[in-house]
């Protein structure tokens, strides 16, 4: 007990280990990061590659077609998606994209959405807040709302509990925009422009 036997590239060891699981977890994490930051050094991303992959993406009709969001807000706003932001991470490489869970209790949830960049160690990073709660137009047999208000129709509308089917689309659409945006800050805009056009 408490002996590990190592098998490396300089051949075999034996050692005397009193290491918890936490320790071992931690330990885990941290080759895992060194892994992805030694990758990135080894393999350096070359813009003049992004920005082919990228344009070739954006000739294909299909793409192009869900690469623009457009939101009837006032006269109209539009710009890249986050299907094009997906798109960059694939083609840029060399992206740590994390988004993990920082808070959580009954009323909201608080998610950590970043990314770095490994070659540059530069990171971009939000805090979405999640409110686990919906508004409705109607309510189920039974269900009691937790406020009311009239919305821009005359109609009232209801606040009520999210279901886990209403959290899970609502933390994706939040996730989603947090992700494009960061990924948008890291990709240069001249290039953004270009797909754009």
Not at 56 to 66: D, I, V
Not at 134 to 163: C, F
């Amino acid at each position: 007990p408490g002996i590990a036997a190592k098998d490396e590239f300089a051949g075999q060891s034996l050692a005397r280990s009193n290491e918890t699981s936490s320790s071992a977890v931690a330990a885990q994490a941290r080759a895992a990061v060194e892994s992805r930051y030694i990758l990135a050094l080894r393999r350096p991303r070359d813009w003049d590659e992004v920005r082919v992959r990228m344009l070739k993406e954006c000739s294909r009709p299909g793409f192009a077609e869900c690469a623009i969001y457009r939101k009837p807000i006032g006269k109209g706003v539009e710009g890249l998606s986050i299907r094009f932001a997906e798109a960059a991470i694939r083609h840029m490489g060399n992206l740590l994209v994390e988004a993990p869970t920082v808070y959580d209790d009954e009323d909201k949830r608080i998610i950590r959405v970043s990314v770095t960049d490994l070659e540059s160690n530069a990171t971009i990073q939000k805090d979405i807040v999640v409110e686990k709660t919906v508004e409705r137009t109607t309510l189920k047999d039974g269900q009691v709302p937790l406020s009311q208000r009239t919305n821009s129709g005359g109609r009232p509308t209801y606040l009520v509990h999210a279901t886990e089917d209403d959290l899970l689309s609502k933390e994706g659409a939040l996730i989603s925009k947090a992700l494009r945006n960061a990924v948008l800050r890291l990709l240069p805009g001249d290039l953004q422009d270009e797909c754009e056009a």
